[in-house]
């Protein structure tokens, strides 16, 4: 029976799934896409490198590791917050490197440092970053695109742990079970990678959304007038009914800087956009549960959910018991007393 080496079983899935991200064109495709080429390409310089074991496929390999977690940071960090900044991002492959022309900084463990440093920051900058309210998604997709972010940074921190194994196999035993340790963990971590970035992929937006130069207003604009403007809007044109609804897309509705807005609505409110949002959806959906028959799904569906289950767990926190409990005390109530 011919055996197959596990990179090359991880390659052949990598190379079909970005056949099938072709095939399909869904919004926002080119980034998984080239992501997952990324990968495939590195998978199968993994199997190779064990086949073959030549001085450039280690070089190859160590140079792909290196800007795996880079690929990564850019796959899931907005492109208004990481211009500019490429070639700081550069700096660790080039450091990489380095340590193929200067051997002795690889038996000084330079390099094994530096590979599982890489990935171990980069993966904590994810899970910093994902504590930011995302500008271009919708607030109805933010719970999953950030979820899909702080699963890559949680992924980036076990690919540093597989380089410490590594490093550690190498000098207590001779890198025998090394192969067995690059084999399975990459067959777990790159697809895994891939996923989250399809993911994410899907909670944005079709068409990025920019903010008009022409509308926009200073820094300097006062809070209150911004947060007024903001309530004078929901009022006029109930714009939380939008499922698409994001914080870019109310910035620019407003004339203010996205940053601006989202400071002045948590200063006001206490509480992020995400939520006050969810607020103005959920007192929508408690008028129409007393003034219509209509289903609960149909109601949370105008109002601008898309799933019940978030619904229900922001009405609950909202009003403190569910939307059939709440529509059932209201009958309840108008219902009118008999005694005897």
């Not at 070089?59 to 940071?73: R, Y």
């Not at 300097?220 to 009914?241: C, G, R």
């Not at 799933?307 to 009003?319: C, G, I, P």
């Not at 409990?325 to 007393?337: C, D, F, L, M, S």
Request: with cysteine.
């Amino acid at each position: 029976m011919l055996a197959v080496p596990l990179p090359y079983i991880a390659t052949l899935i990598l190379v079909m799934t970005a056949i099938v991200i072709v095939i399909r064109r869904d919004q926002n495709w080119h980034k998984p896409f080239a992501f997952t080429v990324f990968c495939a390409v590195m998978t199968c310089i993994v199997g190779l490198r064990w086949t073959f074991d030549l001085a450039a496929l280690r070089f190859i390999q160590t140079i792909l590791a290196a800007c795996l977690p880079i690929a990564a940071w850019y796959g899931f960090v907005e492109q208004s917050s990481r211009r500019g900044r490429l070639i700081w991002h550069l700096c660790g492959p080039a450091m990489v490197i380095a340590c193929a022309f200067f051997p002795y900084l690889i038996s000084f463990g330079v390099l094994d440092v530096l590979l599982a440093t890489l990935p171990a920051g980069y993966g904590v900058c994810l899970l910093i970053h994902s504590l930011r309210l995302p500008q271009s998604v919708s607030f109805n997709r933010v719970s999953l695109f950030v979820l899909s972010e702080r699963t890559a940074g949680s992924l980036l921190l076990y690919s540093a742990l597989i380089d410490v194994l590594i490093a550690w196999d190498f000098s207590l035993a001779s890198g025998e079970h090394v192969r067995a340790i690059v084999s399975v963990s990459y067959l777990l971590l790159i697809p895994a990678l891939v996923v989250t970035m399809i993911i994410a992929s899907y909670q944005l937006p079709a068409s990025k959304e920019q903010v008009s130069k022409k509308a926009q207003v200073t820094e300097n604009d006062v809070e209150s007038e911004v947060v007024e403007s903001f309530k004078a809007l929901m009022d006029a044109e109930a714009l939380f009914t939008d499922p698409d609804l994001s914080l870019i897309r109310l910035a620019r509705k407003l004339g203010v800087p996205s940053r601006s807005f989202s400071s002045a609505i948590n200063a006001h409110y206490g509480q992020n956009i995400s939520r006050v949002i969810n607020e103005y959806r959920i007192e929508y959906a408690k008028k129409r549960l007393l003034s219509s028959d209509d289903t609960i799904m149909d109601i949370l569906l105008s109002a601008g959910f898309y799933t019940k289950s978030n619904f229900n767990r922001e009405f609950s926190r909202v009003v403190g018991q569910t939307p059939s409990a709440y529509r059932k005390g209201a009958v309840n109530e108008k219902q009118p007393i008999i005694t005897g």
